[in-house]
C-alpha cells in the first residue's frame, strides 16, 4: 500500500505539521520523523503544543520547557533539538517584546489575567503558540537577532511541529480566521498574517496519522477535506500500527468453515504437532483466528479508502515490543526509507 514516489516537494519541505486523531500515534510519528530528518546530518527541531510532554516519554528525557534542549545527537552529524510551548509564557514573551511590560507582565500573571487572555481567546492563543514555531523555523544561523551567513542560511534545517489532533487542527493552523474578530490590526495581526504564510508555503507539509479502523480513517478523510479547503498543503497520509497477516487465504477460508468441523481439523493438526487439545485451547484458537481474519479484512477496506484519498500513502509497522528498545528508531527508519526525509 505505500507509495513507491513521494512529490519532488517533500525535499525540500522546512516544516512538517504531523496530526491525526488521539490515540494513532501522532506524537510518535512526529518525534520519528524528527529523528529520521537528523540522521540526514540536519539540525531539527520538534515541537509540541498541548503540554502532554510527549516528546520527554518518547525520548526518556526530563519534561520540556519552554527552552529549546538537544535530545539527540546523530553520529552523522546531525541533530534533534526538542521543545515544549507554552500559551502563558509565550503571552508573556510577547507582552515584554512588543510592549516593554517587564515586571507588568508578571503582575498580570499573579491576577490571573494571561491565563483569562489565552482561554477567552483562543485564536490568538493559537497565534502565539504557532508564533514560538514561527520564530524557530525562521531563525537564522548564530542565533536571535543575529544575520546569517547567506539567504535561507537558518538555525533548524527543518521542523517538526507536533499539533492538536484532527478535530482542533484546522482552527488552530488557520490562525487568520482565528484572530479574524479579536485583532483586525496590530501586532497580532501582523504576526497571525506571517505565520499564515509560513504555514501555506509550498516547504510546509501537513502529514495526517490515522490507524486501519473505521473512526480513525472517517475522521483522517474529513480532516483532509478541511485541511484543503483552507489552502494548506498535504503531505503524507500515515497509517500507523498495521499489522502483518499470520494467516493464507486458505486458512481464512478454513475459519469460515462450520463450529463442529473446524473444531474437528484443528484437534486433527494440534495431535499431529504432538499436542493434546483441550475445549478452551480449541475453543480459544478459534475465536483468535477468526478475529484475526476479520481484523485484516477491515484493514484491506480501511486500506482501499485510504489509496483513493489523494496523498501519498506511508506504512508503519506494529512493533510487538512498544518504543522501547529502540522502536522510535526503527520507526525513523521506516519513514526514511519510504522517502519521506
Known amino acids: 500500500m505505500p ?10 519541505a522546512r516544516l512538517h505539521v504531523v496530526t491525526g486523531k488521539g490515540g494513532v500515534g501522532k506524537t510518535t510519528v512526529a518525534a520519528a520523523l524528527g529523528l529520521a530528518l537528523a540522521s540526514t546530518g540536519k539540525r531539527v527541531l520538534v515541537a509540541e503544543v498541548e503540554g502532554r510532554q510527549g516528546l520527554s516519554q518518547t525520548f526518556d528525557v526530563p519534561p520540556l520547557g519552554t527552552e ?17 510551548v507554552d500559551a502563558k509564557a509565550a503571552l508573556l ?3 515584554q517584546l512588543f510592549y516593554k511590560l517587564g515586571r507588568a507582565g508578571s503582575a498580570l500573571e499573579k491576577v490571573g489575567a494571561i491565563d483569562f487572555a489565552t482561554t477567552i481567546a483562543p485564536g490568538v492563543r493559537d497565534v502565539l503558540l504557532i508564533g514560538k514555531v514561527y520564530e524557530a523555523a525562521g531563525r537564522p544561523r548564530g542565533g536571535r537577532g543575529k544575520g546569517g551567513s547567506k539567504a535561507g542560511d537558518r538555525h533548524y534545517d527543518a521542523v517538526v511541529l507536533d499539533a492538536p489532533p484532527t478535530g482542533r487542527a484546522v482552527r488552530f493552523l488557520n ?21 499564515t504564510r509560513m504555514l501555506r508555503d509550498r516547504r510546509t507539509l501537513i502529514h495526517m496519522v490515522t490507524l486501519l479502523e473505521e473512526m480513525p480513517v472517517q475522521e483522517s478523510l474529513d480532516g483532509l477535506a478541511e485541511l484543503r479547503s483552507v489552502g494548506l498543503h498535504l503531505g503524507a497520509l500515515i497509517v500507523n500500527q498495521v499489522r502483518e497477516p499470520h494467516l493464507t487465504a486458505a486458512h481464512v477460508s478454513q475459519l469460515a468453515e462450520a463450529d463442529d ?12 504437532a504432538g499436542l493434546r487439545p483441550t475445549n478452551p485451547m480449541v475453543k480459544g484458537l478459534i475465536a ?9 479484512a477491515l484493514q484491506d477496506e480501511m486500506s482501499e479508502e485510504i489509496a483513493a484519498a489523494g496523498p501519498p500513502v506511508l506504512t508503519l509497522p506494529t512493533l510487538s515490543g512498544g518504543l522501547d528498545d ?7 527508519d521506516e519513514l526514511a526509507e519510504q522517502g519521506l526525509v
Open 175 to 195: 490562525v487568520n480566521e482565528g484572530v479574524a474578530d479579536v485583532a483586525k490590526m496590530g501586532p497580532i495581526k501582523s504576526q497571525a498574517d506571517s505565520i
Open 93 to 95: 514573551e510577547y507582552l
Open 326 to 332: 529502540g522502536g522510535i528508531a526503527v520507526i525513523a
Open 288 to 296: 483468535e483466528g477468526r478475529g484475526h481474519a476479520q481484523r485484516l
Open 68 to 84: 529549546e534542549v538537544r535530545l539527540v545527537s546523530h553520529p552523522g552529524g546531525g541533530e534533534l533539538w526538542g521543545l515544549s
Open 261 to 272: 468441523e473446524l473444531d474437528a481439523l484443528l484437534r486433527e493438526e494440534l495431535t499431529t
Open 3 to 12: 507509495s513507491s514516489r513521494l512529490p519532488a516537494e517533500f525535499a525540500n
